[in-house]
């Protein structure tokens, strides 16, 4: 396993179209998680999945955003409606629970909405 | 409500040299405090945590000091190389499930 996959890398919309971002995490972490991060700014916690169970959704920025992890391996974050103020990086990272707060992350899709 | 922020944002530091980068931080009930880097382009890369309960943990090359009294957090590189150059952030680690607040990062030049 080479690490945490992201696709795409770098996705350009028009605003108000929706985009659709897939994390393939390190295959035996069960813990997966989803981040954004402006330029200039550390990442922002956005949602976190526990095997296919959604256990922290409350910082999504609103109800255009959404992620499933309908098997409980691969992610989706999807951001409707899109707005110039959603170009940013969308950073996924997994971790395997237990004793350790590492977590790996992959290295993010850059959105930039015109 | 709870931050992480870093004292400096761009440290300049001497290819041999140690270097001390510093965090303050506001919330007293995380459990763990963690320092990634991140190189230009790529997500954050895990460098070292440390327990609330204690106040020093070492690893290669780099020590992670913890001061609850006063809040403070700092990651010393020790004989500091030029792949140390990246932004560094601290972050801490109060949800229990590894929700992660990290603060805004320190840029670290490495002069050769």
């Known amino acids: 396993d080479t690490g945490v996959s992201q696709d795409p890398r770098h996705k350009i919309t028009k605003r108000g179209q929706n985009v659709t971002f897939r994390c393939d995490p390190i295959?035996?972490?069960?813990?997966l998680y989803w981040y954004r991060q402006t330029l200039g700014q550390g990442p922002e916690f956005l949602t976190y999945?526990?095997?296919?169970?959604?256990?922290?959704k409350s910082r999504l920025l609103s109800d255009r955003f959404s992620a499933e992890r309908p098997k409980g391996s691969f992610s989706t974050l999807e951001i409707q409606r899109t707005e110039q103020g959603d170009s940013a990086m969308y950073l996924c990272?997994?971790?395997?629970?237990?004793?350790?707060?590492?977590?790996?992350f992959g290295q993010g899709t850059r959105l930039t909405v015109v | 409500g709870e931050s992480v922020g870093l004292h400096l944002p761009t440290l300049s530091v001497q290819e041999g040299d140690n270097s001390i980068i510093n965090c303050a931080y506001s919330?007293?009930?995380?459990?763990?405090f963690i320092w990634y880097k991140q190189e230009s382009g790529k997500g954050p890369q895990f460098i070292i945590d440390?327990?609330?309960?204690?106040d020093k943990r070492q690893g290669q090359r780099v020590t992670v000091l913890l001061n609850k009294t006063v809040k403070h957090l700092s990651l010393q590189i020790a004989a500091t190389q030029p792949g140390d150059s990246a932004v560094y952030f601290c972050?801490?680690?109060?949800?229990?499930?590894?929700?992660?607040?990290f603060g805004t990062g320190t840029k670290l030049q490495v002069i050769p």
């Open positions: 440390i327990r609330s309960n204690m």
């Open positions: 295959s035996e972490h069960n813990r």
């Open positions: 972050a801490e680690d109060s949800g229990g499930y590894q929700k992660v607040t």
């Open positions: 990272a997994s971790s395997q629970q237990g004793a350790t707060t590492e977590a790996f």
């Open positions: 999945f526990q095997n296919e169970a959604q256990l922290e």
């Open positions: 919330n007293s009930a995380s459990d763990y």
